[in-house]
């Protein structure tokens, strides 16, 4: 579902607005919120709307009420309990019941958090960071939502709003490490996002050493050949022993030791780098994509080994027992992932992927399914969550998520084509011929070579 405005608005639900807003201007309080609470049952994602209601609520309440139990004394524990089980079956259904809690409580945090939670589902991210906002304004008593909500800023690729939240965490818990180191890492980001340092900016600039920016320029040159590596490689290590604290030499040795695909030693200085850092999320996700790699390596070497040597069991064996651990590891590393940052689509992606190839089918779709709320990876999020039905034999569920992904894709990409063909196998399997042709057939009309589409398609006419 998506979020509108007031020009997306049906005409009969832009007369109901404009009577809202006229009973607000004239304080008739109780009367607008009534209004405003019809307009946004039929359109729920009317986020102005939900703002003008939740303004006046507060002006009514007289604002934040003593704390007490998950929802406002009128519902009790067994209603938010209630309403939480409601929420999970029918989050769209159940937002018009935690409205009704909110109006005598605006500032509830135990009803915005169940608010954020059905708008995440709903694929609503703006209204889900207003109703933690509504949180933020209303003194909470523990930073907990706070925390939520500055992971769900980052999610989205807002540093500088999270470094906010952090530093509000900070004012209520002053000892906070998490947020403390939370501020620091997103006031960088949100700098290096500002200033585009990654992209557009001319360091030299930003350089006080012209001698150290041509240095690094010089590091960061493609096209050098091996022994040019080699050799800048031998000068930085010279350059790290002086000082094995030094951040920016140990950066430029584990970006030289990543050129010479050296993935154990990259690994290492990223991971160096991200210790004398401080903790830069950047130098950490690096160390982990090098770690990946060496591993990757390791198995490749093993498997090229066993290949040349099939008969040799105890080398089989080790494979075989390599790859039991190199997925294990994989999805225990995924799962810290997300521990450390819970609302990040991509990181369930990955844990999601990891289970799936663990054979843990059951345990990947509700991270899959999670992962589907960031659009720059919906499409691969649902040609695996369908390969995922697909191999628990829930052909139906199957068809619907590449059905979903088909939507979303135009061009007829190797992606498109991907899930095309995963969609013409399950109709096959399902004994759906024809549907499973009409899929073959688009792919074969603009790729004769996909695959065995061609085989496919020319068969289906008896040739």
């Known amino acids: 579902m998506s979020e509108i405005t007031e020009k997306d608005l049906p005409q009969s639900?832009?007369?109901?607005?404009?009577?809202?807003?006229?009973?607000?201007?004239?304080?008739?309080?109780?009367?607008?919120?009534?209004?405003?609470?019809?307009?946004?049952?039929?359109?729920?994602g009317f986020l102005d709307g939900r703002k003008v209601l939740r303004k006046v609520e507060i002006q009514q309440t007289g604002g934040p009420k003593k704390k007490g139990g998950l929802f406002s004394m009128q519902s009790g524990g067994f209603g938010g309990m209630k309403l939480q089980g409601q929420a999970k079956k029918d989050p769209l259904g159940t937002i018009p019941l935690i409205e009704k809690d909110l109006e005598k409580d605006p500032y509830n945090e135990g009803a915005?958090?169940?608010?954020?939670?059905?708008?995440?589902?709903?694929?609503?991210?703006?209204?889900?960071?207003?109703?933690?906002?509504?949180?933020?304004?209303?003194?909470?008593?523990?930073?907990?939502?706070?925390?939520?909500?500055?992971?769900?800023?980052?999610?989205?690729?807002?540093?500088?709003?999270?470094?906010?939240?952090?530093?509000?965490?900070?004012?209520?818990?002053?000892?906070?490490?998490?947020?403390?180191?939370?501020?620091?890492?997103?006031?960088?980001?949100?700098?290096?996002?500002?200033?585009?340092w990654d992209e557009n900016s001319d360091m030299r600039s930003l350089m006080k050493d012209k001698a150290e920016f041509e240095e690094m320029e010089k590091a960061s040159r493609t096209g050098l050949t091996r022994d040019q590596?080699?050799?800048?490689?031998?000068?930085?290590?010279?350059?790290?022993n002086e000082d094995t604290n030094s951040l920016l030499a140990v950066k430029e040795l584990a970006a030289v030791y990543e050129q010479l695909e050296d993935w154990?030693?990259?690994?290492?200085?990223?991971?160096?780098?991200?210790?004398l850092s401080n903790g830069d999320v950047a130098l950490q996700n690096k160390a982990s994509q090098m770690k990946d790699r060496a591993q990757e390596a390791e198995m490749k070497a093993l498997e090229e080994a066993a290949a040349a040597?099939?008969?040799?069991?105890?080398?089989?064996?080790?494979?075989?027992?390599?790859?039991?651990?190199?997925?294990?590891?994989?999805?225990?590393?995924?799962?810290?992932?997300?521990?450390?940052?819970p609302t990040d689509p991509q990181f369930r992606y990955d844990l999601g992927l990891a289970l799936y190839q663990l054979g843990d089918?059951?345990?990947?779709?509700?991270?899959?399914?999670?992962?589907?709320?960031?659009?720059?990876?919906?499409?691969?999020?649902?040609?695996?969550?369908?390969?995922?039905?697909?191999?628990?034999?829930?052909?139906?569920?199957?068809?619907?998520?590449?059905?979903?992904?088909?939507?979303?894709?135009?061009?007829?990409?190797?992606?498109?084509?991907?899930?095309?063909?995963?969609?013409?196998?399950?109709?096959?399997?399902?004994?759906?011929k024809d549907s499973a042709l009409d899929c073959f057939k688009q792919i074969y009309e603009v790729d004769y070579g996909y695959r065995d589409v061609a085989s496919r398609v020319e068969s289906s006419y008896g040739s």
Not at 24 to 30: A, D, G, I, M
Not at 134 to 150: D, I, M, N, Q
Not at 186 to 196: F, G, I, L, N, P
Not at 265 to 272: E, L, Q, R
Request: glycine share 2%; net charge positive; proline share 4%.
């Open 361 to 432: 089918y059951s345990g990947a779709i509700p991270h899959l399914q999670q992962a589907t709320r960031n659009p720059h990876i919906r499409t691969k999020v649902l040609l695996l969550l369908g390969r995922t039905f697909r191999a628990k034999g829930m052909f139906d569920l199957a068809i619907k998520q590449l059905s979903d992904a088909l939507a979303d894709l135009h061009a007829m990409d190797n992606t498109k084509k991907e899930v095309l063909y995963d969609k013409g196998e399950i109709h096959a399997e399902m004994g759906d």
């Open 309 to 341: 040597d099939p008969s040799n069991a105890e080398l089989v064996s080790t494979l075989a027992a390599r790859k039991a651990e190199r997925m294990a590891e994989q999805v225990e590393e995924a799962k810290r992932r997300v521990d450390q940052n």
């Open 13 to 44: 639900q832009k007369a109901l607005w404009l009577k809202a807003l006229s009973a607000v201007q004239t304080q008739n309080l109780p009367y607008a919120v009534s209004l405003l609470q019809a307009l946004l049952k039929d359109s729920p």
């Open 229 to 240: 590596l080699e050799e800048r490689r031998d000068r930085l290590v010279l350059k790290y």
């Open 264 to 275: 154990t030693n990259a690994h290492a200085f990223f991971s160096w780098a991200h210790t």
């Open 112 to 196: 915005n958090d169940l608010l954020f939670e059905c708008f995440m589902k709903l694929e609503m991210p703006e209204s889900a960071a207003f109703a933690l906002e509504t949180v933020r304004k209303g003194s909470p008593e523990t930073p907990k939502l706070l925390h939520k909500l500055a992971q769900h800023y980052l999610s989205r690729d807002m540093p500088k709003v999270a470094a906010e939240v952090y530093n509000d965490i900070i004012k209520i818990a002053p000892t906070d490490s998490e947020a403390i180191k939370g501020a620091k890492d997103c006031s960088a980001r949100a700098s290096m996002q500002s200033q585009k």
